[in-house]
């Protein structure tokens, strides 16, 4: 019994440190993205001379805005698969847990139902 919990709590460790990972990895490639395009809009802006410059910057943002909407549902949908994987993940871990204690209680069950046919 104590090597099945020491294995499972093996597992469960590894499970956690393997999704923390790949939150970070998501949260960090994120925050790149966003970086990188406030860093284009910023070097944008700079640029800007003249009015020519100011409605091609304007004319940019509007793109620019819809892409980083389409960003954000991909990203929004990225963390969804990241949590739906994560609580599969752990689940897994806790049905197999829970698998051998319920076995146990379906014993005295056949036992009470095999005293109710005696009775």
């Given at each position: 019994?104590?090597?099945?919990?020491?294995?499972?709590?093996?597992?469960?460790?590894?499970?956690?440190?393997?999704?923390?990972?790949?939150?970070?990895?998501i949260q960090m490639e994120t925050l790149r993205?966003?970086?990188?395009?406030?860093?284009?809009?910023?070097?944008?802006?700079?640029?800007?001379?003249?009015?020519?410059?100011?409605?091609?910057?304007?004319?940019?943002?509007?793109?620019?805005?819809?892409?980083?909407?389409?960003?954000?549902?991909?990203?929004?949908?990225?963390?969804?698969?990241?949590?739906?994987?994560?609580?599969?993940?752990?689940?897994?871990?806790?049905?197999?847990?829970?698998?051998?204690?319920?076995?146990?209680?379906?014993?005295?069950?056949?036992?009470?139902?095999?005293?109710?046919?005696?009775?």
């Amino acid at each position: 019994m104590n090597t099945d919990l020491l294995e499972k709590a093996s597992r469960l460790n590894e499970t956690l440190i393997n999704q923390f990972g790949k939150a970070a990895e998501i949260q960090m490639e994120t925050l790149r993205r966003y970086a990188d395009v406030a860093m284009d809009q910023a070097q944008q802006a700079a640029e800007v001379r003249n009015l020519d410059d100011l409605k091609a910057l304007t004319a940019n943002q509007a793109e620019t805005l819809k892409s980083l909407n389409d960003q954000l549902t991909n990203d929004w949908k990225a963390w969804q698969n990241y949590f739906s994987d994560t609580r599969e993940r752990m689940q897994s871990i806790f049905e197999t847990e829970t698998s051998q204690p319920s076995a146990e209680p379906k014993a005295p069950t056949k036992t009470s139902g095999s005293n109710k046919n005696a009775a």
